[in-house]
């Protein structure tokens, strides 16, 4: 008879968590301890904002600060903070679109330079300046592409989703080449294209008629320039804001052009506008491809323009993506949702 066989003990192996990087603290203090408030921010909320985004933790005492997680963390961290710490200096905010404009400039500077340990930023974004804003720095590194094209170029396409910056910065920038003598005029323009609704015969004058079409244009320019300044730049020409169709059998010469919501001008329009470029002239053309509000079997002109002419050394063209909205985080993620959503057929009641 024969034995029976050893039967082999079943081993079951041991899952090992994957080590965790070591904690690294990284502790430092600013000279002000009232600048160093207006960093960290009410009630810490630039620290949380940092924290969330960066994975770290950092705790505030004072002129203080604290910050322990994985090393590069801590260090993008410290940069950030510095950072701010530097603007406030010059008189510059802390808010929260400074906060993400730091966070993304810290990771741009770390992308390009990823074994450096400088202490300073090595390169930074571009920026423009004007009398009532100040400095104005661009805030993620489409933004930083924009006013660099902007300084290159005479005619500048700008393609992206709302919330990235497109109009505002254009507008600075305008008013920045009417301050330095650059150009003598602003001439805003933007199709005058109902956004899905039908809004009937309004009342009153051309300009009030239009106005609601440029509402927009108008918060950007307020925003760059005194009240007082802006009524009678309108008053005397100096700033010309016109619907689309008024641009017709024009010459601008000397002029800052803007045309916002480009992607609502037809491929006809669109060739009228671009021919009006006049000598001494800089012009900017902005839209978003996704909010077309165009009548069926009409064709939108930018997308036409930006194939005929981005290849042209003269025409300088940047195209924005959901990871570039500053208007707020919130924003962000309703543009990415409706961008990674799946095209359905339009329910029929």
């Not at 003990?9 to 430092?28: G, L, N, S, Y």
């Not at 810290?106 to 340990?117: C, G, I, T, V």
């Not at 059998?249 to 001008?265: F, P, V």
Request: hydrophobic share 40%.
């Amino acid at each position: 008879m024969k034995s029976p066989e050893p039967t082999l003990a079943r081993v079951t192996p041991i899952k090992r968590e994957p080590e965790k990087p070591a904690a690294h603290e990284t502790a430092f203090a600013f000279d002000d301890n009232r600048l160093a408030s207006l960093v960290f921010g009410h009630y810490d909320q630039n620290l949380a904002r940092i924290e969330r985004r960066l994975g770290v933790s950092a705790h505030a005492n004072g002129n203080q600060v604290v910050i322990r997680g994985p090393r590069e963390a801590c260090e993008q961290a410290r940069r950030v903070l510095q950072t701010l710490y530097a603007r406030a200096r010059l008189g510059q905010a802390a808010e929260e679109g400074d906060v993400e404009g730091a966070l993304e400039e810290a990771s741009y500077q770390k992308n390009l330079f990823p074994a450096a340990e400088a202490e300073g930023p090595r390169e930074t974004f571009g920026e423009l300046r004007t009398r009532r804003r100040g400095l104005v720095r661009a805030r993620n590194p489409a933004q930083d592409r924009y006013l660099r094209a902007l300084r290159q170029h005479e005619l500048v396409f700008a393609e992206g989703p709302a919330g990235t910056g497109k109009t505002w910065l254009a507008v600075g920038h305008a008013v920045s080449l009417l301050e330095q003598g650059v150009v003598e005029r602003l001439i805003l323009s933007r199709p005058a294209v109902e956004a899905g609704e039908r809004l009937g015969f309004l009342p009153g004058d051309m300009k009030d008629k239009v106005d609601p079409y440029l509402r927009p244009i108008y918060d950007a320019l307020y925003d760059f320039m005194e009240g007082r300044m802006v009524e009678r730049g309108l008053a005397t020409g100096m700033i010309e804001i016109a619907p689309l169709a008024f641009m017709r059998g024009r010459t601008l010469a000397k002029a800052a052009i803007l045309l916002d919501e480009a992607q609502n001008a037809t491929a006809m329009q669109m060739k009228m506008f671009l021919t009006r470029l006049g000598e001494g002239s800089r012009m900017m053309v902005n839209g978003d491809p996704t909010q077309i509000d165009l009548a069926p079997g009409q064709t939108s002109g930018l997308g036409q323009a930006v194939d005929l002419l981005s290849g042209l050394e003269r025409v300088g063209h940047v195209r924005f993506a959901h990871g570039d909205v500053v208007r707020h985080d919130l924003v962000r993620q309703i543009v990415e949702a409706y961008e990674n959503a799946p095209a359905k057929a339009p329910t029929r009641s």
